[in-house]
């Protein structure tokens, strides 16, 4: 990580929790200690977003997991960036593995979504990552710069710092495998380029890009050591006390 990027940790609980485990995971986070010098983003399912905001401290963020690309309208089901914003929420996850493959989410989809998530002042969380199968025919490269000029293309040239894009490699989401943290850097290292050919030499150089998936208590530094990785999007682990270390991976 450069040291011109803060270090950022998003704890993405997906579709779990109640209000007992979710009352649990607010201690030990308030408990802690965290490092001051790293970002944390907790992605709230959305009934719940409102009651994180009051209980979490003002210091961690809070993140809806997904939203829809209009302010309001006949999309049973949905939530808009003004709805969050209204409960005092401030960041979206949008383009998750899980969004795309699971509920079948296109690339344009996800890239009005981000267009329309930062026209409404929401800091958003793009997600792009490559299937196991792209990965062993050697696509991968093809695979995620397709997934980020579709997001890149629709982000306003000013909204640049309410962005952090995430890499999460597919097959290594809940597996168990990670990507070595080398593979990881790599990948990383193309973005920033890309980001560098495609936008300008300031925003590659800003922009954190985080890593996720089966990021643990036991691997988190490895990752933080690397050049270009500027944190991570923690799934599963992020509801278990383990995850402090995980945010304080950089220290």
């Known amino acids: 990580m450069a040291p ?3 270090f950022f940790v998003g704890g993405n609980w997906k579709m779990n929790g109640n209000k007992k485990e979710i009352d649990g995971i607010i201690a030990f986070l308030t408990a802690g200690p965290l490092d001051p010098n790293a970002e944390l983003v907790c992605g709230v399912p959305s009934c719940y977003l409102d009651y994180c905001r009051q209980q979490l401290p003002a210091t961690i963020g809070v993140a ?3 939203c829809y690309k209009v302010a309001k309208g006949a999309f049973t089901g949905e939530i808009s960036p003004a709805m969050i914003k209204d409960v005092g929420v401030e960041w979206v996850i949008l383009g998750h593995s899980e969004r795309r493959n699971v509920f079948g989410e ?11 998530a930062l026209s409404e002042g929401l800091k958003v969380i793009p997600c792009i990552g490559e299937k196991l199968e792209e990965r062993e025919s050697g696509k991968t490269e093809e695979v995620v710069f397709s997934q980020l000029k579709a997001i890149v293309d629709k982000i306003p040239q000013d909204k640049w710092d309410n962005v952090v894009i995430a890499y999460e490699p597919v ?5 168990g495998k990670t990507a070595s943290p080398q593979q990881a850097q790599e990948v990383h290292g193309k ?3 890309w980001l560098s050919d495609n936008v300008n030499a300031e925003v590659a150089q800003k922009t954190r890009i985080i890593y996720g ?35 304080n991976a950089s220290q």
């Open 64 to 66: 809806a997991q997904n």
């Open 213 to 247: 998936g089966s990021v643990t208590a036991e691997n988190c530094r490895e990752l933080a050591k690397e050049a270009d990785i500027d944190g991570s999007l923690v799934g599963g682990a992020s509801l278990k006390p383990d995850f402090i270390h995980i945010v």
């Open 106 to 116: 296109s690339d344009t989809l996800i890239g009005d979504k981000v267009n329309h």
């Open 191 to 193: 973005l920033r380029q």
């Open 171 to 175: 097959w290594a989401i809940g597996t």
């Open 4 to 6: 011109e990027r803060k």
